[in-house]
T-cell receptor
């Protein structure tokens, strides 16, 4: 078990560009979550997948954000037309519905929009 | 929407002193979880509390879930320098399975 992995670890982009992040959950985990964390705050929920189905999406998530989990394994999070306010750490977590709700977080992707 | 408040925001202690952080939810929770995040790291799961009034211990750490399932606390006895980090509570509401609502966290500094 290699844990949750995320790629890239760091991303610097110019305002207006599109970015895509990838998350590989723990292999047997059917649930996958995306969170956003800014300095001094707790992680903020963005969206949730059970297998390949996106079951919940935060109302705070603008239309510029989209996430997929096409085969119920890895997931991607895309941000279109990035804004400076999108600068944050994007965390992915996974869990197993057989083991309760405890979530295992990846190392995160730190996005800086200049 | 559901809000989770955590106090204090910062806590500085001398090594060997005790530490407590408190968490309050605006709504009744189905369960509450606690995570620790080291500086520069990611949140790491510590424990989950499900039952009203539940108390769980992990070595020097004691976790409590309130009778009304709206508040929780984490108490560390005789802190060590390895306890340094930010401690988050995170609530799962009754209508949102899996989704965690995190508190702002308590940053613990331990002076040797």
């Amino acid at each position: 078990d290699t844990g949750v992995s995320q790629d890239p670890r760091h991303k610097i982009t110019k305002r207006g560009q599109n970015v895509t992040f990838r998350c590989d959950p723990i292999s047997e985990h059917n649930r996958l979550y995306w969170y956003r964390q800014t300095l001094g705050q707790g992680p903020e929920f963005l969206t949730y997948f059970q297998n390949e189905a996106q079951l919940e999406k935060s109302r705070l998530l603008s239309d510029r954000f989209s996430a997929e989990r096409p085969k119920g394994s890895f997931s991607t999070l895309e941000i279109q037309r990035t804004e400076q306010g999108d600068s944050a750490m994007y965390l992915c977590a996974s869990s197993s519905s057989k083991m309760g709700y405890e979530q295992y977080f990846g190392p995160g992707t730190r996005l800086t929009v200049t | 929407g559901q809000q989770v408040m955590q106090i204090p925001q910062y806590q500085h202690v001398q090594e060997g002193e005790d530490f407590t952080t408190y968490c309050n939810s605006s709504t009744t929770l189905s369960n509450i979880q606690w995570y620790k995040q080291r500086p520069g790291g990611h949140p790491v799961f510590l424990i989950q509390l499900v039952k009203s009034g539940e108390v769980k211990k992990q070595k020097r750490l004691t976790f409590q879930f309130g009778e009304a399932k709206k508040n929780s606390s984490l108490h560390i006895t005789a802190t060590q320098t390895t306890d340094v980090g930010t401690y988050f509570c995170a609530g799962v509401g009754g209508t949102s399975y899996g989704k965690l609502t995190f508190g702002q966290g308590t940053i613990l500094t331990v002076h040797p």
